[in-house]
């Protein structure tokens, strides 16, 4: 990382970023593209333990990502949490926006059971609604209702978090 003034390392700090995302972009390969890369904003609800980030999500049973993925399970993925933006009218190469962020790359393995798609989403709810802030926090799903959908999940070593934050 060029900017070490803005890495962050620490899995603490990587969590609490992570936290405060609501959107997670996954790029993966469109081999019926010329293999070039395909990128989409998901929701996502994660579990971060030990140095592995695993970021769950959910979709329909067919199209293009469920394409891209089934070909080629490497992925790369983003997330940001965009805070304000300052502008210095006196001197604009210094403006900026303030922002924490984490990035990575990982494998993609299709969730199957039932029970795991149940735990998987539940974990994407709770997430979603803590960024909403709504004030349920517990949500159960039976495997009836996940039968219609996909659930998938990224599992990564390889992420890093940077911020610029405000100054304070």
Do not use: W
């Not at 890495?7 to 603490?12: A, G, L, P, S, V």
């Not at 609501?22 to 989409?40: G, L």
């Not at 735990?119 to 996940?146: W, Y």
């Amino acid at each position: 990382m060029r900017r070490k003034d803005c890495e962050i390392t620490d899995e603490e700090s990587i969590l609490k970023i992570v936290e405060k995302c609501s959107t997670c972009h996954v790029a993966m390969i469109d081999e019926s593209n010329a293999n070039f890369p395909y990128v989409i904003p998901l929701s996502f609800g994660f579990t971060l333990q030990e140095g592995v980030l695993e970021l769950y999500f959910h979709c329909a049973k067919l199209g293009k990502k469920l394409d891209c993925l089934k070909k080629n399970s490497k992925v790369a993925f983003s997330m940001c949490y965009e805070g304000e933006i300052e502008i210095f009218e006196n001197d604009l190469c210094e403006s900026s926006r303030f922002y924490e962020s984490v990035v990575g790359q990982g494998e993609v393995k299709f969730i199957e059971l039932p029970e795991e798609k149940c735990k998987a989403l539940s974990l994407l709810m709770k997430h979603q609604a803590v960024c909403a802030n709504v004030e349920k926090k517990d949500f159960e799903f039976s495997p009836e209702m996940v039968s219609s959908i996909m659930v998938f999940k990224i599992t990564s070593n390889h992420f890093s978090g940077k911020a610029k934050l405000a100054r304070k």
